[in-house]
């Protein structure tokens, strides 16, 4: 089974910094998904990375996808406490757009 | 907007319990998931369907099952909780192939 570690698993950081978040695949990565999550609710949709070496940005947030390294990066800037939350990297597994995911990040920004 | 609803945001239960988790999305997703998330284990895939009446297993089917009579709705089932199902478990949905899976707010089940 295909496994997804992050890391950090946690990150404190100081509004107005920039910090990256990374996702490794124990497989090759075909697309990966970014979702965040505030805390105690659900996940929301960030972005979706098709091909190697695809980068797309949504508002302060760019993810970037190597499929040589297995990895999948996602970057702030000037981070802000809305961006506060944990973020995940999710990968399709098998059938029925089944998603596996990584155990996350717990992203704190302070002011 | 599109949405996943769970009935129950909190559940507290005790040991021995049936409990009944209830989502339903509002989009004619034909897929739907329910996962568990815990602290240092990520979202893990409990169980899914992708039509009505149909199910399958996914990484930790022990000790749950589902049911999907209608398209909309998707009920996990815990038919004698026990304290190590204490979590947060979130439903999902999506359509046939498509890759973006839409969440609920999640529920957060606590069982004494």
């Known amino acids: 089974s295909q496994e997804l570690e992050q890391s950090p698993q946690s990150l404190i950081v100081q509004e107005g910094k920039n910090l990256t978040i990374n996702c490794t695949s124990s497989k090759t990565l075909y697309g990966l998904y970014w979702y965040k999550q505030k805390y105690g609710e659900g996940l929301i949709f960030l972005m979706m990375l098709q091909k190697g070496g695809e980068e797309k940005s949504h508002e302060k947030i760019t993810a970037k996808l190597d499929e040589k390294k297995q990895q999948s990066s996602l970057h702030i800037t000037a981070s802000q406490p809305s961006h506060a939350g944990i973020y995940l990297c999710g990968v399709h597994t098998g059938t029925a757009s089944k998603l596996t995911f990584g155990t996350g990040t717990r992203l704190q920004v302070t002011l | 907007d599109v949405k996943v609803t769970q009935s129950s945001r909190y559940l507290v239960k005790r040991t021995g319990e049936k409990v009944f988790l209830e989502c339903v999305q509002d989009?004619?997703?034909?897929?739907m998931f329910w996962y568990r998330q815990d602290p240092g284990l990520g979202l893990r895939l409990i169980y899914f369907?992708?039509?009505?009446?149909?199910?399958e297993k996914g990484d930790i089917p022990e000790g749950y099952s589902v049911s999907r009579e209608k398209k909309e709705r998707f009920s996990l089932i815990l038919e004698s909780a026990s304290t190590n199902q204490t979590s947060m478990y979130l439903c999902a949905s999506s359509l046939v192939g498509a890759n973006v899976l839409t969440f609920g707010a999640g529920s957060r089940l606590t069982v004494l």
């Open positions: 369907s992708y039509d009505v009446k149909m199910k």
């Open positions: 989009m004619d997703h034909e897929n």
